[in-house]
């Protein structure tokens, strides 16, 4: 992993300068605004610090080839498959233990969840000293009853109370073992474990409005995930805060009041809003709208079981217009199972190339799965939407946060 600070005026300036040296793949580790100080601190302008990192070419093991096969058990379901790929090393196992576990844990939690807020001052310190890097000679395994080796153990079990999927955890704490040695402070192990996670999850990938105009943004997904709301929400931005000149498609006549509800949106824009009632309208419906930047267009929520609906969609998104530049978000809730997020993350997967957004971040507490889906799917996160207000319950897809989470803090 190669890890370096960037400055510049803005965020986006600093991350830009990151994506220059390290290339496209290179991710946000920390983000810190250094004030102005000094008798002439007014006159001067706040400086953005970005800490970015990216994975050594070939060491990424977080993408959906070489996930997949440990969850693909098509014809005979077979249970146990799974446990002898990866051994449950961390597990602590009897009642006993599980008492000294409790007390052990109380007292460790409150511990990590303060690193975990100083977490920016301890990756600051590992790129200044350089930190502890493995010396060739100083390769032992830490010893089993270490202080290193039991939090270890204890990252292992916020993992999975968060619902990180016990494969996930394994291998990002394999991946910490592996990097530390006799004496590895728990503050180097820590940072090291979340520089993994956020290398895992990747850089959020937003619209994109550099491209040519108009940019179609389709939305697809489960029922009731919130996908009119959140086009609401993001839309809103786009046009308030960047300017940009916004319209509405909607596809969903399914649901009596369906294109009421967007209807209402786009009035407070100010923007029009179309609907389609066949995927053959499809492009006639953009030309009329082509001389706008974004036209969001909305879709009825299906189930990714219902196969006549996901033919359905299919033969939209590829009937659009080779002419015009795309977008597919998927929406799904953060407050959905595991296995069905896994099912709608594949049977998606054949209806188009999507990124995620989560929703009703809000209705839960456990993150683990968009850590799970992204490791599954190997497909980008964007945007997080937390509460029904719109347009402010949704923010770009805030890695670092949620990495921290993850781990235990607040
Ligand atoms: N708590 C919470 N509720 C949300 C969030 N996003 C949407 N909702 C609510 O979820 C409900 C469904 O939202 P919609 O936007 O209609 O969902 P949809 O995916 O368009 O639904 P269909 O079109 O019927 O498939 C509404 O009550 C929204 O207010 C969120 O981030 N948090
Ligand atoms: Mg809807």
New binding site residues.
């Given amino acids: 992993m190669t890890i370096n600070k960037y400055q510049g005026k803005t965020k986006e300036e600093a991350i830009e300068k990151a994506k220059q040296e390290l290339g496209a793949d290179a991710v946000v580790m920390n983000v810190k605004e250094i004030k102005p100080k000094g008798i002439l601190k007014v006159f001067k302008q706040s400086v953005f610090e970005v800490t970015a990192a990216v994975e050594e070419a070939g060491t990424y093991t977080g993408h959906r080839q070489s996930v997949v096969p440990q969850f693909k058990m098509p014809e005979a379901i077979n249970l146990t498959a799974d446990e002898k790929i990866e051994p449950l090393k961390y597990q602590v196992k009897s009642e006993a233990a599980a008492q000294i576990r409790k007390v052990d844990t109380d007292r460790g939690r409150a511990e990590l969840e303060r690193r975990l807020e100083n977490l920016s001052n301890i990756l600051e310190k590992q790129l200044t000293v350089g930190a502890e890097r493995i010396k060739e000679t100083d390769t032992a395994q830490p010893e089993a009853d270490s202080e290193s080796f039991r939090f270890i153990k204890m990252l292992y079990r916020t993992l999975l109370e968060n619902e990180v999927n016990e494969k996930y955890a394994n291998q990002i704490l394999d991946e910490a073992e592996k990097i530390m040695h006799n004496g590895s402070s728990v503050d180097y192990i820590l940072s090291n474990v979340y520089q993994k996670m956020i290398l895992k999850l990747g850089q959020p990938s937003l619209i994109d409005v550099s491209g040519k105009k108009p940019r179609v943004i389709f939305f697809i ?1 489960p ?8 086009i609401a929400k993001i839309a809103s931005k786009y046009k308030l805060e960047m300017g940009m000149k916004v319209a509405f498609l909607t596809a ?1 006549t399914y ?1 009596i009041a ?1 294109t009421e ?1 967007l209807r209402v949106y786009a009035n407070i824009l100010d923007a029009p809003m179309n609907i389609i009632y066949s995927s053959e309208e499809l492009n006639d419906a953009i030309g009329r709208v082509n001389d706008y930047d974004l036209i969001f267009v ?1 879709t ?2 299906f189930s990714h079981r219902n196969e006549e609906q996901c033919s359905d969609m299919k033969k939209m998104l590829d009937g659009l217009d080779a002419e015009y530049d795309s977008e597919v978000y998927l ?1 799904v809730s953060a407050t959905t199972k595991y296995k069905d997020l896994l099912d709608i993350a594949d049977i998606y997967k054949d209806i188009a190339n999507y990124k995620i957004i989560f ?5 839960t507490t456990a993150y683990g799965n968009i850590f799970n889906i992204r490791m599954y799917s190997g497909a980008s996160l964007s945007y997080m ?4 207000n719109v347009p402010d ?1 949704i923010e770009e897809f805030n890695t670092q946060k949620i990495v921290k989470q993850l781990l235990g803090g607040r």
């Fill in positions: 997904g029922t009731g995930v919130g996908k009119t709301t959140t969903d649901r369906a509800q909305d009825a929520g929406v929703t009703k971040l809000d209705e939407a937390n509460g029904q319950d």
